[in-house]
Structures are given as C-alpha cells and as structure tokens.
C-alpha cells in the first residue's frame, strides 16, 4: 500500500453560505485577501514536506475559479515542490486535458517537471469536473473523446524521439511537435487518470493506467474497480490485474483520540458542507449522457449531488466510506473494511487538510497516519509497484 498526502488548497475565510448562489465560477474574488492566501500557499507546502518527511508521498490537483482549491495552475505548484522535496513521488491528479488546447504544452510541462525532479514525477489526466466547463469556456459535450485524444498525443510526444512528427486528430492538430526536455522515466511517467464512472474505469482499465477514484463510497467503488478490472482483461493484459493500478481517495483524520480525531474530521467535512453550487454549473448540457441525466431525474446520486446529505456528518461520512477517522485502529479497521469490500487497491490518496483544519492538526493528522496506521497498511497489503516502474507486468498483482 503506497499513501499520499493531498490539499485542495482551499481559501475558507468566506461570507455565509446564504450571501452568494455558488462557492464555485462565480463567486466575486474580491473576497479573496492576497495576503491571507499567500501565507496559505506557505502552510499547504510547509505541510506537504512534512508529509514526505513521515515517508507519505505527495499530491495536488487544480481547479479554476473557486474557494475550494486555489491552485488553478497545479503544474506551477508541481514544479515548486519538486524542487523543494527530495524524495517522495510526486502525483499531479491531474490535468484537466480536455479542457486544454494545447496538450503538447501539457506534455512539455509534465517533461520538464520529471527532469526537475529527477524522475519523481506521476502524472495524472482527468476529464475535468463539470463546474470547470464555463470558466475553461469549454464545450461539454465530446469530452471524454477529448480527454482520450489529448492523453494519445501527449503520451506520444513523450515517447517519439527521432525528430518532429504531426498529428492529425478530430479534436487536435499539430504541424511538428518535438518536445524538448524529455522525460526523466522512460518510457514516460507513470500515468494515472481519474474517473468516477464505470465506463470510464473500464477505458483506463484498457489502456493499462492507473484508476483512481474520489468519494465513491463502497458499493460505487466497487462497481469502478470491477469495470476497471473488466477493461484490463479483455484488453488481453491477463487475469490478474496488478493491485497498485487501483487507488482510492477519501477523506482521513488520525487522532491520538477519539475526542481529537472528531474534532479533527468535523473539520475535513468543510469541503463536503461548503461545496454549494447551483445545477447549472454542476450539470451542463451534454456534459453527462442523456440516460444518466435521466436516472438523476428519478432520484439516482453521483458523487456530487450526495454531497450535503448525510456524507456531510462525520459518521455518515464513515458509514457511507467517503471518510476514515478516529484512532488509529478504528481508522485501520475502516480501511481493512471498505479495502476488501472493493476488492483491494494498492493505493490510498488522503486528502488530510480541508476548510478550517489548523496547520497544527493537519500535521497531527499527517504524522498519526504516518506512524501508527501506515506501516500496519504495508504489512497488511503489500505489493505496491516499486518507484520508477512504469510497466504495468512488473507489478505484483490480485486476482479478485
């Protein structure tokens, strides 16, 4: 089992919640103190390092105009920590390629990153929600096309190295491309992609990448793994599927306590309870297909619209497995659990800060974790892929 440390970089000193429509897209930014947001940026990586000093590596993500994460340029983040850090693996999940117009940009940046790092760098691709449609001023439909598009021309910009080809695609075009540096892994970085769906699981199953998944809770995760698993297989990649090309991503708080974990969870659930925005930013038209929308309709739940319900308390939180808090057994006991429900996954993507949780208790939580459950995690599921690896057969592997 393999830990990360992840921080959406949240801005929460807001107004109340009933004095604007939308934490997100429209949210005026004149609430935003530069001041207060810079000393945050220097806790968020303060807290980071601290984590790859505990042995836990590191991730990030972006997102565009909003409270919730202000980091609308992960690979500028990204850079800064890799020179900064000295050892952990470095995820960036992910880059919202289909919403980007240059993906040769995208694969430059990601190049120089793993140079800078000295080949520390994974790099994670996802679709992109749907509250970043407007301010990409995107088109939500074709997306996911989009996405595989952009991802296919990246991975070969990283992988051609005799000189200048073109590309000729539906949504993408490029005269000579021919990126300098290259990367520092070979035959490119470990690639991973985000999808909280099944038919996008079993695409990234296919394609032999690592699957994550955000706040899916039990019985939706397992249905992503096994689309996941299905995909692998009939793309003739065998049986077993390798246990670290699964990961997981949930809300956890350690405390030496029960008392101080609560508290310290209570605090988490910001990014659960905050999290208000108006339908037509978080369903666009033709951002999901016609039978989802019709099952949403009917009173079906994706992993937003079960936000606010009782995911927003911190035992329904843990009922519903979206989060793992309390001692280090209980949290222990929580993950064995929802681990085997699934049916396993060789890595867990804790978003340990949110909202209004004190730097001191992030760092409490961070070195809980570290010290008293994730060396019960290795010895209870090893047989994550080494650092550097980036062949999927290499790996150890789970036949579920």
Known sequence: MRAWHFSETAYPYLPPQDSYPSIRVSLPNRIYDPAKGAALYDRYIDEWLIAEDEGVEIMLNEHHQTATCVDPAAPLMLAALARLSKKARLLILGNPIANRRQPVRVAEEMAMVDVLSHGRLEAGFVRGVPYEILPANSNPVRMNERHWEALDLIVKAWTHHDGPFSFEGRFFHHRSINIWPRCYQQPHPPIWVSTTSTGGAQQVGAHGYIQATFLTGFDTTKRIFDAYRKGWREAGRGQDVPIDRLAYAALIYVGDTESKARAGAEKLLWYVNS????LHFS????????????????????????????????????????????????????????????????QILIM???????????????????????PKLKELFPGTMPSGITEPSKAAAVTV
């Open 283 to 346: 369903n666009p038209p033709g951002y999901v297909p016609v039978a989802m929308n019709m099952q949403l309709a009917r009173g079906a739940h994706n992993v937003v619209s079960a936000f606010g319900t009782k995911q927003g308390t911190v035992d329904g939180a843990i009922e519903a497995g979206t989060m793992f808090a309390g001692t280090p057994d209980q949290v222990l006991a929580q993950i064995k659990k929802h681990w085997h429900h699934v049916g396993g996954y060789g």
């Open 275 to 278: 999290n208000k925005v108006p």
């Open 352 to 374: 340990g800060q949110a909202g209004f949780l004190e730097h001191d208790d992030t760092v409490h939580g961070i070195r809980m974790f570290a010290r008293e459950v994730y």
